[in-house]
């Protein structure tokens, strides 16, 4: 059975929940993550498109090309700035923010996704890459 899991931004006008079971929990080292985070990198809680359900508000989106060539629609919360999800329609996945989680300790990263962008403070730890 899978539970059903929330989240939302830090201000609150933005809310969704997800049951699907995450098809990856990945730690994001890309710049681009990195540029708009301000952190090494992103907690990355991937999910089909179809199981994303936005239960209030409307995020803001921008489009841009990811280092794979593929479109990556990122989507934050007008108000506050919360990177809430980041779209890839060309994978059929969303990449819902795991610490926007309402339980924050349900993500839980098995692998790091482009380590070799991380920058060279960052430690990496035992997890593989993916
Ligand atoms: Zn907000
Ligand atoms: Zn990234």
Redesign the pocket.
């Known amino acids: 059975m899978s539970e059903t899991i929330t989240g939302g931004c830090l201000c609150g006008a933005i809310r969704f929940e997800t049951s699907a079971v995450p098809a990856a929990q990945l730690l994001?080292h890309?710049t681009?993550?990195q540029t708009v985070s301000g952190a090494a990198a992103?907690a990355a809680y991937v999910v089909p498109i179809d199981s994303l359900k936005v239960t209030q508000g409307e995020a803001a989106c921008f489009d841009i090309t990811a280092d794979s060539g593929r479109i990556n629609s990122r989507h934050f919360c007008p108000i506050c700035g919360t990177r809430v999800w980041a779209m890839l329609p060309e994978l059929g996945i969303v990449s819902v923010n795991g610490l926007a989680l309402d339980e924050r300790t349900h993500f839980q990263p098995t692998a790091n996704?482009?380590p070799d962008s991380a920058p060279e403070w960052c430690q990496l730890g035992d997890l593989p890459s993916a």
């Open positions: 994001c890309c681009d993550c992103y996704h482009m």
